[in-house]
């Protein structure tokens, strides 16, 4: 099986969330729960860009020894500098460079020429080899750049000692079967393109993020970026949890692993949504409220008698203790009689089906029924008349 590596950036890109504001000592506690978490990559900050960056990228690679920490500068000398200052005392410095290569970038926001835009970038890798013994190099709105352009620069950013390209979807605009393309067209168009490794970074405000992420490992993409939940600049990042699960329950068609300790996902998950102060949607993939939830009476009665009715994924598998039937309005009497024998009580056929009677009635006029009401109306069948 091919190993993906696992780039988080939910301190740098997460923490780009409309809203969000994490402290040194909230950034450190994340990045000890993503190094239990088994991610390869902990994009701690941008140490240029603030004082509060640097002490939290510089702490956190002080701190961190399980796996490679790495801030993101931009292509010039001065966040190089301050970037080395920041990470030199990790196990495995290496620094994120990028520039972006789009033509609307490159006029609008640059006000460069897309010569000078190369002449940058290789001069910006060129300087980063000098301290970090890993240079990534990303192209900041690839997905928008033309492509012969794209395979141009990173040629030329390879040959100056970049040894992982980013192909990042900075405005999350790509399709998974164009994404797919852009990695096999610089596969087969760059040269030495086999000695780096190749990284995806998607964004999600088409919802494509994940599907996009697992399209680029299906082209040769050996390293994903990502945030925990999914959050991150606008609609946010592709989430790490999805995709590292995704690849454990269709290993027969990607054929792909991570290092990843699954069963950590949702105490990571609980951990950043209380720190950012971001809630988990209740439908979530893998880690939301009701991702192992079964309502209608039909999934219930299937998930009873065997999990994998409904269930693709076991909740233990991501930590989650196990799964739930909420009783409602779609519940079914195998369901019922599954929770009056949970709360103790055991009733006869007869009575259980008296108290399905009551039950539906009271599902129509109440979302959810509480282990409260149901003894409620047990207590009324039983001893009432
Ligand atoms: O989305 C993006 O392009 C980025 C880069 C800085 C890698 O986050
Ligand atoms: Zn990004």
Avoid at 114 to 143: L, M, T
Avoid at 335 to 342: K, S
């Amino acid at each position: 099986m091919r190993k993906i590596n696992i780039f988080d950036t939910t301190l740098r890109d997460g923490e780009q969330s409309a809203g969000v504001n994490l402290n040194l000592h909230e950034k450190l506690e994340i990045a000890r729960q993503l190094e239990r978490l088994g991610v390869d990559i902990i994009e701690a900050g941008f140490p240029a860009a603030s004082k509060g960056d640097f002490q939290a990228v510089k702490q956190i690679a002080e701190t961190i020894k399980g796996c490679s920490v790495t801030g993101l500068s931009r292509s010039v000398q001065s966040d190089i500098d301050a970037a080395w200052e920041a990470l030199k005392g990790g196990a495995e410095p290496r620094l994120h460079l990028f520039i972006a290569t789009s033509p609307i970038h490159m006029a609008h926001k640059l006000r460069m020429t897309p010569e000078q835009v190369v002449e940058a970038a290789v001069s910006a890798v060129k300087y980063a080899k000098r301290y970090f013994p890993i240079v990534q190099w990303s192209a900041e709105d690839a997905c928008r750049s033309e492509l012969p352009f794209l395979a141009e620069i990173v040629a030329k950013v390879i040959e100056a000692g970049a040894s992982v390209i980013n192909i990042p979807d900075t405005v999350g605009y790509i399709t998974p079967k164009e994404y797919g393309e852009i990695f096999t067209f610089l596969r087969n168009n760059v040269q030495n393109i086999e000695k780096v490794s190749l990284s995806a970074h998607c964004h999600d405000d088409l919802g494509m993020a994940v599907a996009n992420s697992l399209a680029a490992i299906e082209h040769g993409a050996t390293q994903i970026e990502g945030t925990i939940n999914g959050i991150g600049e606008r609609a946010g990042n592709a989430a790490l949890e999805e995709i590292a699960v995704a690849l454990y329950i269709r290993k027969d068609y990607y054929n792909a692993t991570t290092r990843l300790n699954l069963q950590e996902i949702k105490r990571t998950s609980n951990l950043v949504s209380k720190l950012t102060g971001m809630v988990i949607p209740a439908n979530k993939a893998v880690v939301g409220k009701n991702a192992f939830a079964h309502e209608s009476g039909i999934h219930q009665d299937g998930v009873l008698k065997e999990k994998t009715t409904y269930e693709i994924i076991s909740p233990e598998l991501v930590g989650v203790q196990s799964n739930s039937m909420v009783l409602g309005k779609h519940s079914g009497r195998h369901a019922l009689r599954n929770r009056v024998e949970e709360l103790g009580y055991t009733l006869a056929e007869e009575e259980i089906n008296k108290l399905f009677v009551r039950f539906k009635e009271l599902a129509d006029k109440k979302k959810d029924i509480t282990d409260d009401d149901l003894v409620a109306l047990i207590f009324e069948e039983k001893f009432d008349h």
